[in-house]
């Protein structure tokens, strides 16, 4: 009957579009677990650039003070 195919298209749509948004679920999930991946490696390389950093200021101390002596011995 007509209302039987009618039930039985829907139903196959119906399928198909829940098929997708499993995808797209699992699509959104995996960007989600990419962008969390990279957050934390933003996080990793702004604590490596916060060491350098301190660690240039440590140098340009030690530099200043090592002129200071010899400047101090001249």
């Known amino acids: 009957s007509v209302l039987r195919d009618t ?3 829907q139903d196959t749509e119906l399928d198909a ?5 499993a995808q797209l679920a ?3 999930g995996l ?3 990419r962008a969390t ?3 934390a490696r933003v996080a990793e390389l702004q ?3 916060a060491s350098a950093l301190a660690e240039g ?3 340009t101390g030690v530099i200043a003070s090592l002129t200071a002596d010899l400047a101090a011995r001249e």
């Open 47 to 49: 604590a490596g650039l």
């Open 57 to 59: 200021d440590r140098q």
């Open 26 to 28: 699992d699509a959104l």
């Open 37 to 39: 991946d990279l957050e």
């Open 17 to 21: 579009l829940t098929s997708q948004v």
């Open 31 to 33: 960007e989600q677990a």
């Open 7 to 9: 039930i039985t298209i």
